[in-house]
């Protein structure tokens, strides 16, 4: 069974940092391109951050672009997302989500539970 | 990159089709078949149910489809049931980014 399992997350005050986990079972992690995605309480879905199968493509959105880093270690099937100078706008659910396959693109067939991270002095 | 435009809300009642839309620009929807769809019950993460404008996951009831026409992307579900009940976002490429619709609130009535 396909798992995706979110930490890291909690209460930070504005301008300091995080780093969320994402820990992946039932699968080989290696062969798929892995993504964040975020919900602001009460709000809709955005796309944060995408990786590689191998790590060495990544794209950001402009909103966390050189603030947020993705990374994954494949040989621990974990993903990453180091996140700096955190903003009241970042407060959200975060989730990981796993790419459908390498012929497809804006498909997350599974998903995380998520993990609330709040921005607040 | 700007959000995709959905309507916030539709509702229809058991039985009864009901289609959502999703707007974008020749830089997103339109340039690509890259179009994605899914359902969010709350508290709960999303589920995706059409990928790739128009194929659904295995699992995914045939009541789903999806469809698009120039820059607008289209969801219809046929004969609703009570636990269609829920959030409905739309997502499509857009080089490099992905963008993702206001979302769609779906009732059933």
């Known amino acids: 069974e396909v798992q995706l399992v979110e930490s890291g997350g909690g209460l930070v005050q504005p301008g300091g940092s995080l780093r969320l986990s994402c820990a992946a079972s039932?699968?080989?992690?290696?062969?798929?391109?892995m993504n964040w995605v975020r919900q602001a309480p009460g709000k809709g879905l955005e796309w944060v951050s995408y990786i590689g199968v191998s790590g060495t493509t990544i794209y950001y959105a402009d909103s966390v672009t050189g603030r947020f880093t993705i990374s994954r270690d494949n040989a621990k099937k974990s993903l990453y997302l180091q996140m700096n100078s955190l903003t009241a706008e970042d407060t959200a659910i975060y989730y990981c989500?796993?790419?459908?396959?390498?012929?497809?693109?804006?498909?997350?067939?599974?998903w995380g539970q998520g993990i609330l991270v709040t921005i607040s002095s | 990159q700007s959000a995709l435009t959905q309507p916030r809300s539709v509702s229809g009642s058991p039985g009864q089709s009901v289609t959502i839309s999703c707007t974008g620009t020749s830089s997103d929807v339109g340039g690509y078949n890259y179009v994605s769809w899914y359902q969010q019950h709350p508290g709960k993460a999303p589920k995706l149910m059409i990928y790739d404008v128009n194929k659904r996951p295995s699992g995914v009831p045939d009541r789903f489809s999806g469809s698009k026409s120039g820059n607008t992307a289209s969801l219809t579900i046929s004969g609703l049931q009570a636990e269609d009940e829920a959030d409905y976002y739309c997502c499509s490429y857009a080089v490099y980014n992905w963008v993702f619709g206001g979302g769609t609130k779906l009732t059933v009535l």
């Open positions: 989500a796993r790419d459908l396959g390498p012929y497809s693109s804006a498909a997350y067939d599974y």
């Open positions: 039932g699968f080989t992690f290696s062969s798929y391109e």
